[in-house]
Each structure stands twice: as structure tokens, then as C-alpha cells.
């Protein structure tokens, strides 16, 4: 199998290439020489897709804690922007970290200040902060969305890939057995012609 014919293969439309289906093993392999540099290069073809599903997995992993951070930032925002100027402030306790919190007394706010990341944090008038978050929020639910569609397609790939190895690996074996087997009937041939002594 050519690195051009895999190069042809269509893909998912994150470009994760889709596996080769060995429907016949002869459209792989013209001869037993060319088993063992297949099996190889399905070989490396499943570690190259484990590898996608374990960075994949880790990217769902990190969306999962960070979807619901975002929901409960736009939840807070969109209260706050519910406050009336004239309001008296509330009483809240908020996380400084896991095991620490504190308590703080909200004065209506016409503003809000967000983490962006790489220690950045910075003001919002609340519309914008509401529109920020909502946008954040719908792109990483489509990001989590993607994270699941390629796990399940490179479960597909690898599962794909181990059933062609299989069936490369026993017409291999196939092969084997019948070249055996005419050895066999051509020596059994030469002993019947041979006189006997």
C-alpha cells in the first residue's frame, strides 16, 4: 500500500483521515513479501489514531470542566444585569480557592471584570460581558460536540484498522498453508515416479 494512496482518503471534517476498508486482502497484498510492511504500516496507522483519541479525550476532558465554569460566569453576569441601580447590595460568598472563601457585599454594577487566561482579567460593561460569555459557551459546546463525533470516529478507525490487520494476517496464513500443501502433493508426486530399488 502506497503513502499516496493513503494520502487519497477522504476524512471527517477535521481532517482526521478515514481508515482503509480490506474487503479483499489481494488489493493490499499481491504476494506474501508484501505482508509484513503492511501489517507494519496498519500497525503504525493504529498508534498514529490511538494517539488522536488520547489527545482528543484530553481536550473533552478539558472542555467538560470548563463549559460549566462558563455557564455559571454568564449566569451570574445575566443576574447582575437584572439588578436595578437603586438596589441594596447582596450579600455573597465567593471561592478564592478550593478550600478558602470570602464574603462581599455587591453594590449594583454596571460593569464586570472576566479572566481571559494567561493571567489577564478585563472589564466588561455587562451587554458585552453577557454577548462574550454566550459566544464562549456556544463555541465550546461545538467544540465538545466535535471531541465526541472524533472519539467515535476514531473508535471506528482503530476497530476499522485491527479487522484488517486480522484479515491480512490469516490470508497470510492461508497462503502458507497452501504453499505447504503443494510442496506437499509435488513431493508425494516425485515418490510415485521414482522406481523402487
Not at 186 to 191: F, M, R, Y
Request: aromatic share 8%; charged share 30%.
Amino acid at each position: 500500500m502506497s503513502e499516496k494512496s493513503l494520502q487519497e482518503q477522504p476524512t471527517n471534517p477535521r481532517g482526521i483521515p478515514r481508515a482503509p476498508f480490506v474487503d479483499k486482502v489481494e488489493d493490499y497484498v499481491s504476494s506474501r513479501n508484501e505482508v509484513e510492511a503492511t501489517l507494519k504500516s496498519f500497525q503504525e496507522m493504529i498508534a498514529k489514531y490511538q494517539f488522536m483519541e488520547v489527545n482528543t479525550q484530553r481536550r473533552a476532558a478539558g472542555l467538560k470542566d470548563k463549559i460549566p465554569d462558563i455557564q455559571k460566569t454568564l449566569d451570574t453576569v445575566q443576574f447582575l444585569k437584572t439588578r436595578k441601580p437603586d438596589s441594596d447590595p447582596i450579600e455573597a460568598t465567593f471561592e478564592l480557592n478550593d478550600t478558602l472563601y470570602a464574603k462581599a457585599s455587591i453594590p449594583p454594577t454596571e460593569e464586570v471584570y472576566l479572566w481571559l487566561g494567561a493571567n489577564v482579567m478585563l472589564s466588561y460593561p455587562l451587554p458585552e460581558a453577557e454577548t462574550l460569555l454566550e459566544s464562549k459557551l456556544e463555541t465550546a459546546e461545538q467544540n465538545m460536540s466535535n471531541c465526541e463525533e472524533d472519539l467515535d470516529f476514531l473508535r471506528e478507525q482503530i476497530t476499522t484498522l485491527e479487522v484488517a490487520t486480522a484479515r491480512v494476517y490469516n490470508w497470510d496464513v492461508g497462503q502458507k498453508r497452501k504453499e505447504k500443501a503443494e510442496k506437499g502433493h509435488s513431493g508425494e508426486e516425485d515418490k510415485r515416479i521414482e522406481p523402487n530399488g
